[in-house]
């Protein structure tokens, strides 16, 4: 939730799922990295879902951030 109980939805992309094991943590780390570095909810749920979907795509676990 968002301010004053505001939902938050993110965007999403379509990508090919490889292997979804990790993509939690993935989201988990990408979120609370944005938010860790003072970005707002929004950014932080819009890195979130990124790291997710880089990480379905891979075969295994990667740096997923360094090509953002």
Same mark, same amino acid.
């Given at each position: 939730?968002?301010? $004053? =109980?505001?939902? #938050?939805?993110?965007?999403?992309?379509?990508?090919?799922?490889?292997?979804?094991?990790?993509? @939690?943590?993935?989201? $988990? =780390?990408?979120? #609370?990295?944005?938010?860790?570095?003072?970005?707002?909810?929004?950014?932080?749920?819009?890195? @979130?879902?990124?790291?997710?979907?880089?990480?379905?795509?891979?075969?295994?676990?990667?740096?997923?951030?360094?090509?953002?």
């Amino acid at each position: 939730l968002g301010q $004053n =109980g505001k939902i #938050l939805i993110g965007k999403t992309e379509q990508v090919s799922v490889v292997n979804p094991i990790g993509s @939690g943590d993935a989201f $988990n =780390g990408g979120f #609370l990295y944005a938010f860790s570095q003072n970005q707002d909810l929004e950014k932080a749920l819009e890195m @979130g879902i990124y790291a997710a979907s880089r990480n379905v795509e891979s075969l295994a676990p990667g740096n997923i951030l360094e090509t953002r």
